[in-house]
Structures are given as structure tokens and as C-alpha cells.
């Protein structure tokens, strides 16, 4: 915490922050998060349309997980997963943001960038935030990042957006922000990974004398899509694929970063997408939806069903690569399930801290998986946008009510699917497996009653006016 954002650390923070411990036992650590990417987006996932060969790498010299997991299908609880290690409905902190309202991650909430800095890591975002704007401790500065370029929430929320004009809210156009100040007001969405990339490099020159945790949390390929001048035209997908093969650059330009200051063998890379790619949205009109997306591509989550927003696997399936020279061996594929979840107690014991000890953490270190020491702990996966709507335990996925009843065509019901035959969860076995459905939504319940998450900080409904 820096300067006029500063918060007091909980105590055991402050215990940690007097800890020696030798930097060479603390690796570097970056996570690069992409916006609306789909889980076949990159050549390493089967996409044929985009040339990824940088991620691609990523994958062959590391890790690919075939089954990671966001908690949620949009972008705000998805990313508090991420930062606290908890689901979102725990923290009640469980909608989308929008330029208009006022709630933010609670600064109870002890954050994955605080505990690394008091671990003695600098900690850096560029990019996205989306947890809070409304008051300056509400910014990342104020949860534990010592820096911050980058946008208050996504790209397109500004006037015109759809939404916005359909139910009469008025936003001001995108700014850009640097520790908290703004410094650009409108962004041009075409030049956000350039301005992301270059702000990762100066962070990496700058302190690659001591432990790092730097965030990359890019604006692309979500809407409204957009890519530099050197990338249009370069993909067989359009503007997307443009976007999307611009994001592959950005991941050689930190790489070629971190060769030059000889950090590449002491530095954990993670590369995903804080949700599934979106899909042409049907309630929008053709220009509506050109407005989002100038030339009408899109992603694709193939051969998952669904997309963000969902509960389908298209929405909760994202691309999960591991990248660490020397400690992950080349070419690892991994089957079993983990979620974003899992990354908040696996890079904290990288860095050799502790878990907080005061509060539940949903999530399960995959530290052994990614050494080759052993496994994660199986547990149940909890999904959900404005709550709980989907759980997953073992190979069943449970669709559950009111979720369900949006979905048209499929019913009221509850949906089961067993994702270890139907991974594209196109057959229905509630009716079949009714033991199997009431022993999921018995969990789920005990989950909403043990979490008792507190209401007051619960975020206003997704459709609410300001």
C-alpha cells in the first residue's frame, strides 16, 4: 500500500512483513488475464482462426489444464475469486459492476497482493480492475498493488453502450487511470494492449531486483473489440482474431522482458481469461451488436456449450496455462479440475506466506499438481453470477433455478449433466439421477447458510438503475 491509498494491514499481515525471507527462495509471479477468451481461442485449444504461437509455448514448455474453471461467467466476482480466494457470494460481493454504482470489494477482504507485499514482493496491475470505483481506497492501490495503470471496469462501459441506452443510464466516457489519477479520458480500445504491454515491461525493468507480482489484466478480445494499427487484418478471424493475436504478441514482449534481465528461470507465468468468450447476443439489434463488435466475429468455447454470461461450460471454461521453467516439466497436460480460486493459496505458498487464518478460503492449493508431486483435493466447484446457480461435484454439473428458467426452451427445472461422458452438456439427467440432484442442491444450500454472506455489501441487482 503506497502514499494516500494506504489502509492498515491486518495484524498477521504486519507479522508477515517482518519475516525473513531470502529472495531467491521467492519466485516472480505474473498472471495474465484476458478478457471474454474463449476456450478455443488459442492454437494450443485447438483454434485453427488465430496464430497464439507465444501462449502456445506457454503450453508446450509448461502446463495446460483442459478443465480450469472461473467461478462465475461474468468479469466482477470472477476476478474477486481471484484476488481473495473465496467465492464470491462469501464475500457478498456477488454482481457486475457498472460505471454508476457506488458498492467495491470490501477492505475486509484480505487480498492476494497484500499478503505477497507484505511478503516483500512488489506488487503491480496492468490493466482491468473492476472491484470498485467509487471512493480512492476502492481502487487497487487501496487492496495492495504498489501500482496501477489501467481502466476502472471493461472497455465498452461508456456512452452508447446498449444497456445504457436501453434503460436510461448515463455514463462518461472510458478513463484510464494511474494510481488512482486519472491520466486519459476517452481510451482508444485499439491501442489498450499496446498501452497494457508497454506498462508491463516498465514494471518488470523497474523492479526486477526483488520479488514481483505483477497482474496483467487485459482489455481485449472483450467488447468493444479492438486492436493496434500492426495487427488489423492479420487473423482469419477478423477484429477478434486481430485482438486476440495482439494479446499473443504481448505474452513474447514479456518473455523477451523478463530473457533480457535473466528472470525467465525464476518467474511463474499463468495465462487465462476471467470468463468464456461472449456470444452474439441475441436481444441486440445488428448495429447494436456492431457496435460491440465492428465486424460481427466472435470467439469460440468449442466444443464446450455456452458462452459468458452461463453457466454452460462455454461460460466457466476458460483456457489455464502454467508456465515455470526448471520446477513445471515441459508438455504437462492436466485432466482434473481446478478453479481461479485455487491460485490464491498456490502462489501464496510459492512465495513461502501463510493463509490468512481468520476467515474460509474456497479453494485448494494446486501447487503439487503443477511440480508433478502430487494432486489437488477434490472438492466441490460452486458457480454463479448473482449468487449460486451451478455446482460441480466430481463429474456432475448441477444447473440449478432461477438460472434455469432463462435458459427458454430447456424448462424450469433443474439440470444435470455427467461431464465426464457429455462434456458439451447436451443431455439432460435430472430426471434420471433425482438422488443425485437433491444431494448437489442439499450442498448448495449448506453452503448459502455457511457462508452467511453479509447483505449490506451485497452489490445492487444486475438490471437496477443508478
Known amino acids: 500500500m503506497i502514499g494516500k491509498f494506504f489502509s492498515p494491514l491486518p495484524c498477521f499481515l504486519l507479522a508477515l512483513s517482518c519475516m525473513p525471507v531470502a529472495a531467491s527462495d521467492r519466485p516472480n509471479i505474473i498472471v495474465i488475464m484476458a478478457d471474454d477468451l474463449g476456450y478455443g481461442d488459442l492454437g494450443c485449444y485447438g483454434s485453427e482462426v488465430h496464430a497464439t504461437p507465444n501462449i502456445d509455448r506457454l503450453a508446450a514448455e509448461g502446463m495446460r489444464f483442459t478443465q480450469f474453471y472461473m467461478s462465475a461467467s461474468i468479469c466482477t466476482p470472477s476476478r474477486v475469486s481471484f484476488m481473495t480466494g473465496r467465492h464470491a457470494y462469501r464475500t457478498g460481493f456477488?454482481?457486475?459492476?457498472?460505471?454508476?454504482?457506488?458498492?467495491?470489494?470490501?477492505?475486509?477482504?484480505?487480498?492476494?497482493?497484500?499478503?505477497?507485499?507484505?511478503?516483500?514482493?512488489?506488487?503491480?496491475?496492468?490493466?482491468?480492475?473492476?472491484?470498485?470505483?467509487?471512493?480512492?481506497?476502492?481502487?487497487?492501490?487501496?487492496?495492495?498493488?504498489?501500482?496501477?495503470?489501467?481502466?476502472?471496469?471493461?472497455?465498452?462501459?461508456?456512452?452508447?453502450?446498449?444497456?445504457?441506452?436501453?434503460?436510461?443510464?448515463?455514463?462518461?466516457?472510458?478513463?484510464?487511470?494511474?494510481?488512482?489519477?486519472?491520466?486519459?479520458?476517452?481510451?482508444?480500445?485499439?491501442?489498450?494492449?499496446?498501452?497494457?504491454?508497454?506498462?508491463?515491461?516498465?514494471?518488470?525493468?523497474?523492479?526486477?531486483?526483488?520479488?514481483?507480482?505483477?497482474?496483467?489484466?487485459?482489455?481485449?478480445?472483450?467488447?468493444?473489440?479492438?486492436?493496434?494499427?500492426?495487427?488489423?487484418?492479420?487473423?482469419?478471424?477478423?477484429?477478434?482474431?486481430?485482438?486476440?493475436?495482439?494479446?499473443?504478441?504481448?505474452?513474447?514482449?514479456?518473455?523477451?522482458?523478463?530473457?533480457?534481465?535473466?528472470?525467465?528461470?525464476?518467474?511463474?507465468?499463468?495465462?487465462?481469461?476471467?470468463?468464456?468468450?461472449?456470444?452474439?447476443?441475441?436481444?441486440?439489434?445488428?448495429?447494436?451488436?456492431?457496435?460491440?463488435?465492428?465486424?460481427?466475429?466472435?470467439?469460440?468455447?468449442?466444443?464446450?456449450?455456452?458462452?459468458?454470461?452461463?453457466?454452460?461450460?462455454?461460460?466457466?471454461?476458460?483456457?489455464?496455462?502454467?508456465?515455470?521453467?526448471?520446477?513445471?516439466?515441459?508438455?504437462?497436460?492436466?485432466?482434473?479440475?481446478a478453479i481461479i480460486n485455487d491460485l490464491y493459496p498456490t502462489l501464496i505458498e510459492m512465495a513461502g506466506a501463510a493463509l490468512p487464518q481468520d476467515r474460509v478460503i474456497d479453494a485448494e492449493t494446486i501447487l503439487p499438481v503443477l511440480t508433478g508431486q502430487g494432486s489437488r483435493v477434490e472438492t466441490d466447484f460452486l458457480f454463479g453470477n448473482h449468487g449460486i446457480s451451478a455446482i460441480r461435484s466430481g463429474k456432475w454439473k448441477l444447473h440449478l433455478p432461477p438460472h434455469t428458467q432463462r435458459l427458454g426452451d430447456l424448462g424450469d427445472g433443474p439440470l444435470l449433466y455427467d461431464l465426464e461422458a457429455d462434456p458439451g452438456e447436451l443431455h439432460n439427467l435430472a430426471e434420471a439421477h433425482p438422488e443425485v440432484v437433491q444431494s448437489l442442491v442439499d450442498r448448495v444450500e449448506a453452503y448459502k447458510v455457511a457462508a452467511d454472506p453479509p447483505e449490506h455489501l451485497k452489490t445492487s441487482s444486475y438490471w437496477s438503475q443508478p
Open 94 to 337: 456477488i454482481d457486475l459492476l457498472w460505471p454508476h454504482t457506488t458498492t467495491a470489494l470490501p477492505q475486509e477482504e484480505v487480498t492476494l497482493p497484500e499478503i505477497l507485499s507484505a511478503h516483500g514482493y512488489v506488487t503491480g496491475l496492468a490493466g482491468k480492475w473492476h472491484m470498485g470505483h467509487g471512493q480512492a481506497e476502492d481502487f487497487p492501490n487501496g487492496h495492495g498493488f504498489d501500482s496501477w495503470y489501467g481502466m476502472p471496469y471493461p472497455n465498452d462501459m461508456g456512452p452508447g453502450h446498449p444497456l445504457a441506452e436501453r434503460l436510461g443510464w448515463v455514463w462518461p466516457e472510458m478513463p484510464m487511470y494511474r494510481d488512482g489519477v486519472k491520466v486519459e479520458e476517452p481510451i482508444d480500445s485499439n491501442l489498450l494492449t499496446q498501452q497494457y504491454t508497454a506498462e508491463a515491461v516498465r514494471f518488470i525493468s523497474e523492479h526486477h531486483r526483488r520479488p514481483f507480482f505483477l497482474f496483467v489484466a487485459h482489455a481485449q478480445p472483450h467488447t468493444i473489440v479492438g486492436a493496434s494499427p500492426d495487427f488489423v487484418g492479420t487473423s482469419g478471424n477478423g477484429l477478434y482474431g486481430d485482438a486476440v493475436q495482439e494479446i499473443d504478441w504481448s505474452v513474447g514482449e514479456i518473455l523477451r522482458t523478463l530473457r533480457a534481465f535473466g528472470l525467465e528461470g525464476n518467474t511463474f507465468i499463468f495465462f487465462t481469461s476471467d470468463n468464456g468468450a461472449a456470444l452474439h447476443n441475441p436481444g441486440f439489434s445488428e448495429a447494436q451488436n456492431r457496435w460491440l463488435h465492428p465486424d460481427l466475429t466472435y470467439g469460440s468455447n468449442a466444443p464446450l456449450r455456452g458462452g459468458k454470461v452461463t453457466m454452460f461450460e462455454g461460460g466457466l471454461r476458460v483456457p489455464g496455462i502454467a508456465y515455470w521453467p526448471g520446477r513445471i516439466q515441459p508438455g504437462q497436460v492436466e485432466e482434473a479440475p
